[in-house]
């Protein structure tokens, strides 16, 4: 998986001459516009309930002494806490739907890289696009809050909370991978078979999520331009493998 993981993330470094080798930049304006104003909405949430969650958390402490410090490391836990929670929906909400935009970009990739399209390919319309980005998306976010929440209770135990953000981290990767690879994956199989082939190439999807988590930790160039690279790299990897299996 280590392999993988680090193919994943190398497929980056030819992602920017790429696109613009391929004049693909202009796809991205709409899902651009989508990322800033979803991450705005967010943040502005985050900004606004983070004292209001830690001020709940803080009621667990029923004692007078300390009860400063436990409010402030609560306020600290919320935000933390909607940061994690918004970040997962960030990603989900742009994916799902720029999926209509993303699969002509992978689609243009492809026919650069192998000469031609697979004539047995799906094709699909834009409002089949969306579905199948919202469908795919959507049954992502369920699971992944699903092993968010408990990783999040973590937190609240030292040293092991640790361990628990690394895992976050990680298990955010994932999923992002997994989107990323879809666009390109809706074309070779259908939803069952595209969720089976991103299990079976888990670490692929980990290491195009890592780079994709960390963009978003770059104030506005890294919410412009994650989606771009990300979609780009995924897409490069994906036929390889899909080449191979071939």
Excluded: C
């Excluded at 830690?54 to 004692?63: F, H, L, Q």
């Excluded at 079976?200 to 930790?217: D, S, V």
């Amino acid at each position: 998986m280590l392999k993988s993981i680090t193919s994943g993330i190398k497929a980056y470094i030819g992602a920017f001459s790429l696109l613009s080798k391929l004049k693909l930049w202009k796809f991205f304006v709409i899902p651009m516009f989508i990322s800033v104003i979803t991450a705005s909405l967010i943040s502005l949430t985050a900004y606004t309930l983070s004292d209001n969650l830690g001020e709940y958390i803080a009621k667990v402490w029923i004692w007078d002494w300390g009860k400063a410090a436990f409010t402030a490391l609560g306020t600290i836990l919320g935000l933390l806490i909607i940061i994690a929670i918004g970040l997962i929906l960030f990603k989900h909400i742009i994916m799902a739907l720029s999926a209509p935009f993303m699969s002509p970009v992978s689609e243009k990739i492809e026919t650069h890289l192998t000469g031609n399209l697979n004539k047995d390919r799906l094709n699909s319309s834009f409002t089949e696009l969306l579905w199948r980005g919202i469908r795919i998306n959507i049954r992502n976010l369920i699971r992944e809050l699903l092993f968010t929440i408990p990783i999040l209770v973590l937190k609240f135990v030292p040293i092991v909370n640790i361990f628990s953000t690394i895992a976050l981290f990680f298990l955010q990767s994932y999923y992002a991978g997994f989107g990323n690879m879809d666009y390109t994956l809706e074309r070779h199989y259908n939803y069952k078979n595209s969720i089976n082939f991103v299990r079976e190439n888990r670490g692929l999807a980990i290491g195009n999520g890592i780079i994709f988590m960390l963009f978003l930790f770059i104030p506005i160039v890294g919410v412009l331009l994650v989606l771009p690279l990300s979609v780009t790299a995924a897409t490069t990897e994906t036929i390889k493998v899909l080449k191979k299996k071939n």
